[in-house]
């Protein structure tokens, strides 16, 4: 994946999005009692769903077929997880963060590379939103659970903000790496806090057709 040189800060984020949401799909995938490889799969799915889906919406070839690196990163979250596992696996919070971070991190990703390629504001937002949590919603499928952008959690909302934080960062002339910068922390604070303070979507309720049959029939 080649960037240029004034957006090499967005190469690091883009590595680190891809250990932080690696190791979280590693985690999940203990849950389940995976083996190694398996975690590893499960950990690579998360890392490259989101980007492979934008890249594919982009008409371009996938990110990870053009640089081995992102392969390696994934296999280096699944050693650090075996090493640490004691103790990481423990730490709750910290789990939640490395997911917080990832989506932060791979929403700026998804916006620039579809600012480079030309597309208007409106699709790069959505491209970072798609990049944030597709990872997500195909790991959650693939471990047999509800996808988290479906349920109550702010999910894929915290990461149109970021886009949104991008754009006026972007309007404003604000260099690129804050710009990027403000834009993931604005990702991973809306996240923070909607779980902290158990910030939520209302419910769609269900329609009940039972008491509608009734009605019908008097």
């Known amino acids: 994946m080649v960037y240029s040189s004034d ?4 190469t690091v984020i883009d590595l680190l999005g ?30 490259i769903g989101g980007g492979t889906t934008r890249d594919l ?7 990870w077929m053009q640089d081995a690196t992102y392969l390696t990163v994934t296999g280096l979250a699944l050693l650090v997880t075996l090493l640490f596992r004691n103790r990481l696996f423990l730490w709750g919070r910290t789990l939640f963060l490395f997911d917080s971070i990832g989506l932060g991190l791979f929403t700026v990703v998804g916006v620039v590379k579809s600012l480079d390629a030309g597309f208007p504001f ?16 195909i790991r959650d499928v693939l471990l047999n ?7 109550k959690d702010i999910y894929a909302l915290a990461c149109i903000a970021g886009g949104i934080v991008y754009m006026i ?12 910068f ?3 922390l604005t990702v991973i604070l809306i996240r923070v806090v909607a779980v902290r303070y158990h910030v939520q979507l209302p419910f769609l309720k269900p329609i009940d057709t039972n ?5 019908n029939k008097e």
């Open 57 to 63: 919406l982009l008409n371009v070839t996938p990110f």
């Open 122 to 137: 409106w699709v790069c937002i959505m491209m970072g939103a798609i990049t944030g949590s597709v990872g997500g919603v």
């Open 169 to 180: 960062c972007y309007q404003s002339n604000l260099s690129a790496s804050l710009t990027e």
């Open 7 to 10: 957006l090499s800060f967005t």
């Open 145 to 151: 659970e509800v996808p988290l952008l479906f349920r």
């Open 182 to 184: 403000l834009a993931a």
């Open 18 to 47: 891809t250990f932080a949401f690696a190791v979280s799909g590693i985690r999940w995938a203990s849950t389940k009692r995976f083996d190694w490889f398996g975690a590893y799969v499960i950990g690579l799915v998360t890392a």
């Open 211 to 215: 008491h509608n049959g009734r009605e």
